[in-house]
């Protein structure tokens, strides 16, 4: 385990169904990062949330709703989601002190999202 | 944040030293360079990261050379379950974001 826990690990979904993704960590870490993998690309920042205020949004689309309650959970809602949004889905968090980042990020193992 | 260019794929016999070679030419004075690897379907966990002097841990050993503009990940002593992809990032301590490149997939033989 390496303190980030994200649920469930695996995902199916119907393209008209709703959905969350959820990413928990204990690290005392204040940022907190979706990353999304799909089969053979390299990993895609989606969303930074730092001191739970979303600070970046790549120019991802609409049917995926970011929410950052806390400094300790992060969550990834999903809905009318496409059979090419299958991927595997990461979160990580890390410690930043006044933007910095002091100290590595720590990845979730990722949910295994197939949508059908 | 400079880029960074790694070979694609390398492999190496286990129980010997894996060194992986990374560019990054266009490197700036307060960027440093971080190594992350990606075992199959799991979350890419941090290795080592330095700035300019060489730098050493549990895991690997950094080697910077002296204009900065590439850089060296040892593994000393490879093992099967070092297989997985490796990647080489450069970027500001003042950045939060962690952008990945296609990275280099290392293959651990028996």
């Known amino acids: 385990e390496t303190g980030v826990t994200q649920t469930p690990r695996h995902l199916v979904m119907g393209m008209t169904n709703k959905k969350s993704l959820k990413c928990e960590q204990h690290?005392?870490?204040?940022?907190m990062y979706w990353y999304k993998q799909s089969a053979k690309k390299p990993l895609e920042l989606m969303f930074v949330?730092?001191?739970?205020?979303?600070?970046e949004n790549n120019s991802v689309p609409s049917r995926f709703s970011p929410e950052c309650p806390n400094s300790s959970h992060l969550f990834l809602h999903l809905h009318t989601l496409q059979p090419e949004d299958s991927a595997l889905y990461l979160c990580?968090?890390?410690?930043?002190?006044?933007?910095?980042?002091?100290?590595?990020?720590?990845f979730g193992s990722g949910t295994r999202l197939t949508v059908v | 944040d400079a880029k960074t260019t790694q070979p694609p794929s390398m492999d190496c016999a286990e129980g010997r030293a894996a060194n992986l070679p990374c560019n990054h030419s266009?490197?700036?004075?307060?960027?440093?360079v971080y190594w992350y690897r990606q075992i199959h379907s799991q979350g890419p966990q941090y290795i080592i990261h330095?700035?300019?002097n060489n730098e050493t841990n549990e895991m690997a050993s950094l080697i910077i050379t002296e204009d900065r503009k590439s850089s060296t990940l040892i593994l000393p002593h490879a093992t099967l379950r070092d297989t997985a992809v490796y990647y080489c990032?450069?970027?500001?301590?003042?950045?939060?974001?962690?952008?990945f490149g296609s990275g280099t997939r290392l293959l651990v033989r028996p």
């Open positions: 990580a968090s890390s410690l930043t002190r006044t933007g910095q980042l002091s100290y590595g990020y720590t």
């Open positions: 690290l005392g870490h204040n940022a």
């Open positions: 949330y730092s001191l739970e205020e979303r600070v």
């Open positions: 266009t490197i700036s004075g307060n960027e440093y």
């Open positions: 330095g700035l300019k």
């Open positions: 990032i450069v970027l500001m301590d003042s950045s939060y974001k962690l952008i």
